[in-house]
């Protein structure tokens, strides 16, 4: 049973890929394969349960910085997965939204991701965020630029100013986030976005994530008490 204190928005950092292909002696390639293949399932139970919103960390603007024929195979997964995926997420009503820049990615890439943000544009049954040439720092400091180049006064830049030039304008921030493989680090990840939010890690790596793991982080939130800096007034 779900806890009913469920999460309006989930972010995950899908950790540990290259870790579970490396203890069975594959390439880093295959986990990252296997990975994007366990989306479907966490997609799916995020939408049975009622959670609103779901984000992604795929690949950071850090990642450029990974052997070339890795970046490659992680562009042509992308592709692979708009293609398959595209058409039964929008049939479950889910919408689709990129995050970060689409600058590196090719021409063909960058048309299959405006295609299938298109195509969901209008479904409301969940919004799924795929954070991919994403990093938090760019994307505050492209933040303060489209503000600058309005013309806003300095004394005019406050947080909801910055907050509707990021990319995830118009979501809410996270109420929980998660990530996989056991490691506790933010990895430049929604860095703005989750000044309050609640964290929690599991061991396991993201290939083998499932369902039920899932719903461990979910009650384990639903048993936190959110103070956002205030006190709980005790009865």
């Given at each position: ?13 899908m950790d540990g890929n290259g870790r579970?292909a490396r203890q069975r002696g594959l ?65 479950k009503g889910v919408h689709l939204r ?138």
């Open positions: 049973m779900v806890s009913q204190h469920v999460p309006q928005h989930i972010a995950i950092i579970w390439p880093r390639l295959a986990g990252h394969r296997a990975g994007t293949e366990n989306i479907r399932g966490i997609v799916t139970a995020c939408a049975e349960w009622g959670i609103r919103y779901l984000t992604l960390y795929a690949f950071s603007t850090e990642n450029w910085g990974r052997p070339s024929i890795e970046v490659q195979g992680l562009m042509q997964i992308l592709s692979d997965f708009i293609d398959r995926e595209t058409q039964a997420l929008h049939e990129h995050l970060g820049r689409l600058e590196g990615l090719s021409e063909r890439l960058k048309q299959k991701v405006r295609y299938a943000i298109d195509l969901t544009r209008q479904n409301d049954r969940l919004i799924l965020a795929v954070a991919f040439n994403y990093g938090g720092r760019v994307e505050i400091v492209d933040a303060v630029r489209t503000l600058v180049a309005q013309g806003l006064a300095p004394d005019a830049i406050d947080e909801q100013a910055i907050s509707g030039c990021l990319s995830t304008s118009g979501m809410p921030d996270p109420d929980l986030v998660i990530r996989t493989s056991g490691e506790w680090r933010l990895s430049n990840f929604l860095i703005w976005q989750t000044a309050y939010s609640e964290y929690w890690t599991t061991p396991v790596f993201w290939p083998d994530f499932k369902s039920e793991h899932l719903l461990q982080a979910i009650h384990d939130y639903g048993r936190r008490e959110r103070r956002f800096g205030g006190l709980i007034e005790q009865g």
